[in-house]
């Protein structure tokens, strides 16, 4: 969460993609923070309420166009990813679905992925809508790395693995990166 | 979706939360609109880019509050709702569970509620948050709807129950109630 008054604290773990979008709208926007490990086991979409905070308190660079109709593409990628994929494959599902948790995890992303696609051959530039790096994108890095650790193919998927390249070689998704974290462990550090 | 240029159309399925958020935004800010009866199997999240459409080109009422900090209480509910409870008791994830689906989702539901209702305590006036009809209002309520239909016991969520009585007095939540829909079957009309 972020403290109004001081420096703000975010409390994460590392391999949490919502710490993990938090965490790359931070760099972005230059805000410098303290972090907190947390060992979280629950997981969520929660945290894009503090993306849309900061949003509100930091404006720039912004991670919403201006123009109406590419916010609403914006948003509509953000929680396609954050309410459509990520709830679905979470720690906490997976272990109540028990041995077929892999296979249910790898249908879930894949059938997430191909209307993803789909909307990006429609919205896509150099990023997710256009050449602007947005909230959009903030949800694709973390989901696409989900869908590595699950193996799930992604040959069907040409626009989200260029974008997603494309993301990577940015400063700020350099340093928010799980491989990257206070509480990284040793074996898992880039 | 909605058009930019004409009469909105609106594809709606009765039952679905999503469609239902929509239409309370749409009678809240006043504007008319087609509404095409679509008989969704598959349901998310993603109609809420669409009421941040709409909050972007009508901007009154509004269903954020101005204060940063009461917005991020407003986004937090919502995506609680939308990310954190419904994706994990929808149509297509009750079909793979199979025959425990209604203790399925009535744990999901009520794992949900409980960190609902101590949100709520916080943040709560007449509605979630404060006395303004927000995004969050436009959530609860037909999450609300969902868990009465999987029976889940409301006893230990007083708040929530308070604040869904309170806006289904309001003739925005009346209008767009799923027993209200032009597609609604005979049976469930009220």
Chains 1, 2 share one sequence.
Not at 27 to 35: E, N
Not at 100 to 123: D, R
Request: glycine share 4%; net charge positive.
């Amino acid at each position: 969460m972020i403290s109004a008054a001081a420096k703000p604290i975010l409390y994460s773990y590392f391999r949490s993609s919502c710490s993990w979008r938090v965490r790359i709208a931070l760099a972005l926007k230059g805000i410098s923070y303290d972090l907190v490990p947390v060992n979280l086991l629950k997981d969520g979409g929660q945290q894009l309420a503090i993306i849309q905070y900061l949003e509100d308190t930091h404006p720039t660079p912004r991670l919403l166009p201006q123009d109406p109709k590419k916010r609403a593409q914006v948003r509509m990628i953000a929680n396609h990813i954050v309410s459509g994929i990520q709830p679905l494959q979470n720690l906490n599902v997976l272990k109540q679905i028990g041995e077929k948790k892999t296979e249910w995890a790898q249908n879930c992303i894949a059938s997430g992925f191909q209307a993803l696609e789909q909307i990006l051959q429609h919205t896509a530039g150099h990023y997710c809508v256009g050449d602007e790096v947005s909230m959009a994108d903030l949800c694709l890095v973390p989901q696409v790395f989900n869908a590595e650790r699950f193996k799930v193919d992604m040959g069907p998927y040409p626009t989200i693995t260029r974008i997603n390249k494309a993301l990577l070689e940015l400063e700020a998704f350099k340093v928010s990166h799980p491989s990257q974290q206070p509480d990284t462990p040793a074996e898992l550090r880039a």
